[in-house]
């Protein structure tokens, strides 16, 4: 029994040496490059053809959110500007004509903002939010300063995210999503990962 | 007037492979680095034209508006003349590789070849040999140690590496009996010598890969460990010499092993034009070696010098003495 183990155990090094007189382990190297190279790329062409859609717990842009009756949910309690880290954030009270305390000034200063979420956690009407939108890069820091009536206009939470949609880009103003699937692709879908 | 009819149709081969041979790195690298992001999972170059394609004339551009920056401590000369001489070898071994027979053009029989040499190939690794200068002056003038030792590296690498080249043809010329390349590739009319070669082959082409410093063989460059070699201070348009030098000895590599090995412009089987054939083989080779350079690493120094010495030069000693007891 003993001699027919070592017997095999001779033949696979034999084996093994015959494979590395024929380059076996070239071999299996090339086929795994060439396998590789007619596989689906895992680059997200970005600006060009596709985008990315962010999850509903990512922090974009922020967002002023209005009531059932269209008006401001913002009370102007000035939490947010006071909890900010960065003091990015500047309220100025008023009354408006049914008594109630709405901000008539809200401007955020997103050069200076890092997108931490704590104005969203502060806020009790629930007025403000980190939304979904993640591209305002722009050519003068003063044009980062976003008021008020900007952010009621700002898109809000993504309900779906994760997949990946087409898109194009436009150099007059920015990079447009042109799809009307919702949901986007699952990325990892067609990629080799082995 | 028939002398002058010859010498312009010389003169116009000449212009024609120098333009062919200047303009070839650019599909090229264009390839390589396709190539190799798709290795990857890459892309490679997508934005400059469709799918990158117009990124080497960008390159080129880039290339030549850098500022041709020479060290303050380098030898002014000799940093001036090593670009040149690395890049002239290249192109002067192209006077003597047939491309093909010959073609019909208007009534008249043009060959394909520049001249046809009866010492041909002795002219190619005379000329390839040339070569190391342009690595040696590189490095030493350059006056940095990246630069001299990547150039001690490349000169020891191409005399080792120089030497199993040179015997690994010598049966194909037993074969052939004749040194002419354009005889060698009428000697394969009927049987490739890959079948009676496959040792000279390898040997060959294991040794290609050195001559060409391509991986696993570029310890030249080991951009990992030396920077980038003996072109390491090198700028602007004199490094753009030592890359055009690069590719067109890669070429050529491809084109002496499609002519000594695989039947030149012989196809088997599916009848296409003789130069398509020619053309076909040798982008399969070129392909390799691409397909090489992004699959293996590279080779440790000690290890280079013991393939060279230790199994290549053996190996082809030996093939030359069993072809020789075989067909004398």
Known sequence: ?194 | MELIVALGLIVFKVALLIAILLLLPLPLTWLERKIAGHMQQRMGPMRVGWHGLLQPVADGIKLLTKEDHIPADADRFLFKLAPILALAPPFVVFVAIPFGESVSVLGNEITLYVSDMNVALLFVFAVIGIEVYGVIFGGWAANSKYSLLGSLRTCAQMISYEIPMGFAVIGVVILAQSMSLLDIVRAQADVWNIVYQPVGFFVFFVAGLAEAQRIPFDLAEAEGDLGAGFHTEYSGIRFAFFMVSEYVIMVLVSVLTVILFFGGWNGVLIPLPPVLWFLLKVAFFVYLFMWFRFTFPRYRYDQLMAIGWKVLLPLSLANIIITGIAFS
């Open chain 1, 1 to 194: 029994m003993e001699s027919g183990a070592a017997m095999s155990r001779a033949f696979d090094r034999i084996g093994t040496w015959i494979g590395w007189a024929f380059f076996a382990d070239l071999a299996s190297g090339l086929t795994l490059t060439f396998g590789y190279m007619f596989s689906r790329p895992v680059t997200m062409e970005y600006p060009d053809k596709e985008k990315w859609l962010p999850y509903s717990r990512y922090r974009g842009h922020h967002f002023l959110k209005r009531d059932a009756e269209g008006e401001i949910k913002c009370v102007a309690c000035e939490l947010c500007a006071r909890i900010c880290p960065c003091d990015c954030i500047e309220v100025v009270p008023y009354e408006d004509e049914k008594g109630n305390r709405r901000p008539a000034k809200f401007e955020i200063d997103t050069a200076r903002c890092l997108f931490c979420g704590l104005c969203e956690d502060a806020c009790p009407a629930d007025a403000i939010a980190l939304g979904q939108q993640y591209e305002f890069s722009s050519f003068s820091s003063r044009d980062l300063v976003i008021g008020r009536d900007d952010l009621l206009g700002k898109p809000g939470k993504a309900t779906t995210g994760g997949g990946v949609v087409a898109a194009r880009l436009n150099t007059k103003k920015d990079v447009l999503v042109e799809t009307n699937e919702p949901q986007g692709y699952n990325w990892w879908r067609n990629i080799r990962r082995t």
